[in-house]
């Protein structure tokens, strides 16, 4: 059997550079989960994950809540399977159950144009819930087009393309376990 880092070496040369340490993410993470724990206190919370760019995300934050809390998720269309924001948003797959009344958190992996946030922020307010807030992981917001309010934010970055951590390049690199910029070489042979 190979071992792991050769499994992991064909992924780890397509990586120009790595922009935040597993350390550092993990880090960041425990902090907003407390934060989040200490804000939502006897609220029951009702995370929802986007999919499927903030599993990875999402899975950690989660065990770094100590609270009663629920999850759902909704999976959109957004950039297919490029670098460029298409602007088209499309829900793929919905959430399981009404969120009227509830106090619900959106957890992103990133937001760039403001785009897709700003769909699911209308399309969730429209149902009525308690209160809604926004967790995202990167805030890459150099090409904002649409003004969104960010509640919790691991990380702002450069106008880079990056991968890992549940962030992918046409469906690949989402097993990294640190964010790293995709090497223009990787964007120009497209998919893996
Ligand atoms: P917008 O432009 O609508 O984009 O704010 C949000 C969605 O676009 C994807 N996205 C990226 N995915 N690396 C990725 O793997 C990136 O650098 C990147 N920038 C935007 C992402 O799916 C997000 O939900
Ligand atoms: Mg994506």
């Known amino acids: 059997m190979r071992s792991l880092e050769a499994e ?3 992924l780890l040369g397509d990586i120009e550079s790595v922009l935040l340490e597993e350390a550092r993410i993990r880090q960041r993470v425990q902090e907003l989960g407390h934060q989040i724990s200490h804000e939502y206190k006897d609220l029951d919370p009702l995370f929802v994950g986007i999919l499927k760019g903030a599993v990875l995300f ?3 934050l989660l065990r770094a809540v100590s609270i009663p809390s629920t999850v759902d998720f909704m999976a959109i269309s957004s950039y297919g ?3 460029k924001s298409s602007g088209v948003v499309r829900i793929l797959k919905d959430l399981d159950h009404p969120i009227a009344d509830r106090h619900v ?5 990133i937001v760039d144009t403001g785009l897709t946030l700003r769909y ?8 009525k819930p308690a209160s809604l807030r926004v967790c995202v992981l990167l805030d890459k917001s150099e090409q904002r087009q649409l ?4 509640d919790y934010v691991g990380f702002s970055i450069p ?3 990056v991968v890992g951590y549940g962030l992918d390049y046409a469906e690949h690199y989402r097993n990294l376990p640190f964010i790293g910029i995709l ?4 964007v120009q042979r497209g998919s893996r």
Request: hydrophobic share 40%.
């Open 8 to 10: 992991a070496s064909p």
């Open 58 to 60: 999402l899975s950690d």
């Open 81 to 83: 399977a490029g670098t």
């Open 105 to 109: 958190i959106i957890v992103e992996d």
């Open 120 to 127: 699911l922020l209308d399309n969730l307010q429209s149902r």
């Open 147 to 150: 003004p969104v309010h960010l």
């Open 159 to 161: 106008n880079r393309f």
């Open 183 to 186: 090497s223009p070489e990787a």
